[in-house]
């Protein structure tokens, strides 16, 4: 969303360059024995972007928001309101709901990646780089195999930093 903004803010003259910041801190979100607890990281990646040629830059994007599953995974605290006391954590209120999030969102991306395809005029032969979510060490490539993406390069981030949510896709940038 953030390189959305930026962008329309740059096409628009509103802004020259944007700087865009996301982070992670979500080792404060278990314990350390807790079994999940290996799969997330903490880190922070920045961008800085501005005007390119033409051809160049965002050429398509799509984004959906979908709340509906939101039990699947909580982070909170337990049976109350965010900002009372206590320990801030990842529980899962209804697990059925957990893999139904997990399977959908998979799904979901070809979804989005065939509409951002067509909004920048692209093929898949045309994708050059791939760079996939990385919420679980399997997840870029399942993704990438379901999109028809073998050819392109990627980077593989998981294995030294776990799953940094939002800051996964700009570190791989």
């Known amino acids: 969303m953030q390189l959305s ?15 865009l910041v996301q982070s992670a801190a979500t080792t404060r979100l278990m314990r350390p024995e807790d079994p999940m607890s ?17 051809g160049f830059g965002l050429l398509g994007q799509a984004h959906e928001a979908d709340g509906s599953l939101y039990e699947g995974l909580v982070c909170g605290i337990p049976d109350r ?11 899962i209120i209804r697990p059925e709901l957990s893999r139904r999030l997990l399977l ?3 799904q979901q991306s070809k979804t989005l990646f065939e509409s951002a395809l067509i909004e920048a005029g692209l ?8 760079a996939g979510h990385q919420g679980f060490a399997w ?3 399942v993704t990438q195999r379901l999109m028809g993406l073998e050819h392109a390069r990627t980077l593989d981030t998981f294995p030294w930093a776990g799953s940094l ?9």
């Not at 290996?38 to 033409?54: I, Q, S, T, Y």
């Not at 949510?165 to 940038?173: D, F, Q, S, Y």
């Open 104 to 106: 959908e969102s998979v």
């Open 139 to 141: 997840l870029r490539k």
């Open 38 to 54: 290996a799969r997330f990281g903490d880190g922070a990646a920045a961008e800085v972007v501005g005007p390119v040629a033409e």
């Open 165 to 173: 949510i939002g800051a996964n896709l700009p570190l791989i940038l």
């Open 5 to 19: 903004l930026a962008k329309e803010m740059i096409r628009g003259g509103r802004a020259k360059n944007a700087l």
């Open 81 to 91: 309101r965010w900002y009372e006391s206590g320990a801030v954590q990842a529980y």
């Open 123 to 130: 093929q898949k032969k045309d994708v050059a780089f791939y």
